[in-house]
């Protein structure tokens, strides 16, 4: 995670256009100012951290299904579940489903689990617009390069 | 249609917690029973599923803002209960 850019997925390792699923990797860093005060002498990560890498992965699922072209932007939570701690260097398993593709706007079904157990799930929902061109685009291809994110349909990583 | 708009007003009650019998085939969704775009997207969605279809709601948005329609025109219920009627039959061809 590069936690102090609020770049929170390391790599993906799935991305199934058929499915519409995604599956991307993130380990929590070892240390971090956050930490320091996210508790001092018990370090934990933020649940809401740990909410919007669900979101950023399924937006990453959302930019590779319609091929760049639009861009989710989180809109509201429904039914999130934070089911347990988690620490400073625990890699975490971040998996996403497109649940719907509406009109201007998607709904994604996600969840996180470390050592296979589930941490946290939600059900997410995006604006969905137009992508933003020029700088924004670059900006967007070179993480999307630096993660992973593959962009041909139906490969697995 | 009828029973399109009973559906529609049965999402709509359950989504923005606004009373079922408060919900007329007259109301205008943003003007009169106050929904706003973050909770008509919860709308779209579970009217979506439920019918099976994609409402436009890009399209009709855009043609809003270009003076091209009113907004009478798709959020009166009686009038989005008939757009969703014809994008089901539409669907069907």
């Known amino acids: 995670m590069r936690i102090e850019y609020f770049q929170l997925i390391d790599r993906i390792t799935e991305l199934n256009l058929s499915e519409l699923t995604i599956r991307a990797e993130a380990t929590v860093p070892t240390t971090s100012t956050i930490f320091e005060g996210h508790f001092p002498g018990r370090p934990l990560m933020p649940g809401v951290l740990l909410i919007e890498s669900m979101a950023q992965a399924s937006?990453?699922?959302?930019?590779?299904?319609?091929?760049?072209?639009?861009?989710?932007?989180?809109?509201?939570?429904?039914?999130?579940?934070?089911?347990?701690?988690?620490?400073?260097?625990?890699?975490?398993?971040?998996?996403?489903?497109?649940?719907?593709?509406?009109?201007?706007?998607?709904?994604?079904?996600?969840?996180?689990?470390?050592?296979?157990?589930?941490?946290?799930?939600?059900?997410?929902?995006?604006?969905?617009?137009?992508?933003?061109?020029?700088?924004?685009?670059?900006?967007?291809?070179?993480?999307?390069?630096?993660?992973?994110l593959p962009m041909e349909a139906d490969t697995h990583g | 249609m009828s029973s399109t708009f009973d559906t529609v007003a049965n999402i709509i009650a359950e989504t923005c917690d606004i009373p079922r019998d408060t919900?007329?085939?007259?109301?205008?969704?943003?003007?009169?029973?106050?929904?706003?775009?973050?909770?008509?997207?919860?709308?779209?969605f579970a009217i979506d599923k439920a019918f099976g279809i994609k409402l436009p709601l890009e399209q009709w948005t855009q043609e809003v803002n270009d003076g091209k329609a009113s907004t009478e025109q798709y959020f009166v219920l009686q009038n989005l209960s008939a757009r969703i009627d014809d994008l089901v039959a539409a669907k069907g061809k």
Do not use: Y
């Open chain 1, 59 to 148: 937006g990453w699922l959302i930019i590779a299904h319609t091929k760049f072209e639009r861009m989710p932007f989180l809109a509201a939570l429904k039914e999130v579940k934070l089911r347990t701690f988690v620490t400073p260097g625990q890699v975490l398993a971040v998996a996403a489903k497109l649940a719907h593709d509406g009109s201007g706007f998607a709904v994604t079904e996600a969840e996180i689990r470390a050592d296979n157990k589930l941490v946290c799930n939600a059900t997410i929902t995006f604006r969905v617009v137009d992508f933003p061109k020029g700088e924004f685009l670059a900006n967007m291809h070179e993480v999307a390069t630096r993660i992973g």
């Open chain 2, 23 to 44: 919900i007329k085939l007259e109301s205008h969704a943003i003007d009169d029973l106050g929904i706003d775009s973050l909770d008509f997207l919860d709308i779209a």
